[in-house]
């Protein structure tokens, strides 16, 4: 026998152990974001990539190193399985002119792929939840988002996740403010290390994003951008910031908060765990007015974010939750041939009502199949013999609680079931 085939390294299959907990999650999720009048849009996990290289910037991790990318055999084009879900929401909707009516509030879930390496929190294939509202401008929609992730938050029992905020500011206070990292960080050359030495001239705001602890005392001196705003964005950082002060949410202004993605201007945010050592960030986003036009739109401002559904999970798991259970109505046991037949009948007429109902398969005496009807966790047996068959009848019998087995035709079954 050869070696058996195994998943790829970083992509995790879901067992039907934790299912219940994503559905759990999946339907939370749903509820929320229908609270807020969020609407699902569904885009290719396969995109061209000059998508991601023009929206998150060629001179960032996710672009570098981490993309799948490959050509496509038949036509050569370029391809990359999704790292993140901004961009193709954006590309959708100016493809399909979403904007020309009204601004949009979207929101998307799904697998993203990343050439990482694997340990806890961090995978090659994870997934995230992303919220897009495309068409506002105004502080009131950042504000809209980290009130309403604090809601999730709440919603999952989850206590423990604090919020960081900064400012990038316009596209030219960052591109001054570049100028002034670039200077200071030149100035000390020697104590940067390899990934800030390539990034000095590119892309120095990245440096601040460093988690090297050697490095970390000469960013925490660096200028701060937040001390020269342009006065719109400070404008629009303070409105924010009185909005959420208004809802008592609670927040630190992180002046070093950078994101690792090139599209993001003014508000950015990130929530954060201390539980979960350095993947401690479970949910990250920001304002990015200029990435509509950047792909070829008609400008529209924009902001957005997304959260890390493993590392959520993770958190739900190590508080022990448990989701509720979900066992089926019924656990239907037959023996005999004509008990067979009318047992296939019986279920489906349960199902008609509504009911969840596992029809026993594979033979066995009724000691055997009781076992299972047990194991199973329905609330009720439904057993079908020669008796039963002959009159048109099934026993019934509670599984959950003490009460005697009664015989009555289906119909009734299915009546006292669904009560
Ligand atoms: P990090 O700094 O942890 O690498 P990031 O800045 O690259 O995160 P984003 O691109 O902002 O992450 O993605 C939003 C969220 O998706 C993150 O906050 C995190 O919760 C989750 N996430 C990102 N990369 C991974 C990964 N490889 N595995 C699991 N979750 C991830
Ligand atoms: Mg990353």
């Known amino acids: 026998m050869s070696n ?32 807020y009048g969020y609407t699902q849009i569904r885009t290719p996990i396969v995109e061209s990539t000059d998508l991601f290289v023009r929206s998150i910037g060629e001179v960032t991790d996710i672009v570098e190193k981490e993309m ?11 391809l990359t399985l999704r790292p993140e879900g901004t961009a193709s929401c954006v590309r959708a909707a100016t493809q399909h002119n979403l904007l020309y009516n009204a601004p949009q ?44 992730t604090a809601r999730l ?44 030495k390539r990034r000095l001239h590119s892309n120095p705001l990245r440096i601040l994003d460093s988690k090297n602890p050697a490095m970390q005392s000469i960013i925490a001196a660096a200028p701060k951008l937040m001390d020269d705003l342009d006065d719109e964005s400070r404008a629009h950082f303070d409105a924010l910031r009185q909005m959420l ?11 070093r908060l950078v994101r690792g993605l090139d599209y993001y201007n003014a508000t950015v945010f990130e929530w954060v765990t201390t539980q979960l050592g350095a993947q401690g ?31 959520l999970l993770a958190l739900l798991q190590d508080k022990n939750f448990t989701p509720p259970a979900l066992p089926p109505d ?54 079908i013999g020669d008796d039963e068959v002959a009159a048109g009848e099934v026993s019934v019998k509670p599984l959950r609680e003490a009460g005697e087995q009664h015989r009555m035709t289906p119909a009734a079954a299915a009546e006292l079931l669904a009560r």
């Open 105 to 148: 509030r979207l929101w998307y879930q799904g697998a993203m792929f990343r050439h990482e390496r694997p340990q806890k929190g961090r995978y090659r294939q994870f997934h995230q939840v992303g919220v897009e509202s495309l068409g506002y401008a105004g502080p009131d929609m950042d504000a809209e988002h980290i009130i309403m």
């Open 68 to 78: 799948y990318s490959f050509e496509d055999k038949l036509n050569g084009e370029r």
């Open 4 to 35: 058996p085939i195994q998943a790829v390294r970083g992509m995790n299959d879901i067992l039907p152990a934790d299912a219940a907990l994503w559905e759990f999650f999946e339907a939370t999720v749903a509820d929320w974001l229908r609270a």
């Open 245 to 255: 002060d208004a809802a008592c949410v609670r927040y630190t202004v992180n002046p």
């Open 281 to 311: 960030t479970v949910c990250a986003g920001g304002r990015y007015d200029g990435l509509i036009a950047q792909i070829g739109g008609k400008p529209a401002p924009a902001c957005g974010y997304a959260m890390g559904v493993e590392r």
């Open 330 to 383: 019924a656990y239907v046991l037959h023996l005999g041939e004509q008990a067979d037949h009318f047992a296939i009948s019986a279920a489906e007429k349960l199902r008609d009502e509504g009911l969840s109902v596992v029809l026993h398969c594979g033979g066995g005496s009724f000691k055997a199949q009781m076992k299972k009807a047990d194991a199973s966790g329905a609330r009720y047996a439904i057993i």
């Open 153 to 196: 938050w709440k919603l999952l029992g989850l206590e423990d996740v604090a919020l960081e905020i900064n400012s990038l500011g316009s596209s030219e206070a960052r591109s001054r403010y570049r100028s002034r990292l670039i200077q200071y960080f030149g100035q000390h050359a020697d104590a940067l290390d390899e990934d800030a």
